[in-house]
């Protein structure tokens, strides 16, 4: 059984494109493996300063997640902030990380491109993943393409540390998933939160609706056949298995059916396939001290492991002043 370990954004309202591309692979991680999941609230900082806001989006994170089958019985999610120890961690792998190797940052080369602060924190960004991953011994790293650079960073890291100090941290490998799907938006441009594109997954049921209704298709009509490569298409197979597919498929190749139509299905196959996971993101929002104490038993259980994965790096270093 391997670790594999990965940290999720707390960026507000979820959407189809977050759980095709990476929160449905993460949570089926978690029947085969030893799976280490967290919030990354210390990361969030980086772009966002609104105590509020983080906090907000946060629990929302953690509802989110635990509503679509995260299972802390299975696996160890928890807070970044509650372990401390990263913070320390990061400190110590910060002298052994070269200037010039931040700067080489693609992703913080991107965000200064879109106009966020050049912080301390948001350079450093890749010190702070690079301990979380180390502080828990993470083998496997299941990322997305815009993190690869990331992940090779802790590799430089993890290896430095062990040359200068002893040879006490796993390095760890990247997964990232080649055919991880893009999934497309209302307007078939790539969804994200910053094309304003999403289908959100525990939205109210009106405007789930409106989004679904508002994917853009061309002018085909009612008694013309359509093109299967359009939005609509793509985004109604993620819901489908191969029968599903050549029907739908028949459906756009035979006159009859027009958009407005296949949207009303489209709408009512995504209500269907979320309906026990919004009823259980409801009863999490009522029950929100339920979610507290979840995070807390995974803390619990995290912060167990990151004591061992710190000692030696303690001792190592002469941090250790005592031994
Ligand atoms: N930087 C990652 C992202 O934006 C999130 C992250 C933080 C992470 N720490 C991590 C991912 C550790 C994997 C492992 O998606």
Known sequence: ?????????PSGQLHLGNYFGMMS???????????????VNYHAMTSMQDGASLKENTMSAAMDFLSLGMDPEKSTFWVQSD????????????VVTSVGLMERGTSYKDKLAKGLKANMGLFSYPILMAADILLFGGEIVPVGKDQKQ?????????IRFNQTFGDVLIVPAPDIDK????????????????YNNTIPIFGSDKVIQEKVMSIVTDSSGVNEVKNTDCTLFKIFCLFLDENGKLELADKFQTPGTG??????????TIM??????????????????QVHDILK???????AVAETFLTPVRDVTGLNYKA
């Open 1 to 9: 059984m391997k670790r594999v370990l990965s940290g999720i954004q």
């Open 150 to 158: 990331h992940l090779e960073m802790t590799r430089d890291i993890a």
């Open 83 to 94: 372990i401390p120890q990263v913070a320390e961690l990061t400190w110590i792998l910060s």
């Open 297 to 303: 038993q995974g803390a619990e259980k995290a912060s």
């Open 179 to 194: 055919d991880t799907q893009l999934i497309p938006g209302l307007d078939g441009q790539k969804m994200s939160k910053s």
């Open 25 to 39: 692979r993460m949570i089926h991680y978690q029947e085969e493996n030893d799976l280490y999941c967290f919030i």
């Open 272 to 289: 269907k396939h979320f309906k026990l996971f919004r009823q259980k993101r409801d009863y999490y929002e009522q029950h929100q001290d």
């Open 259 to 268: 958009y407005g139509e296949i949207k009303k299905e489209l709408f009512s």
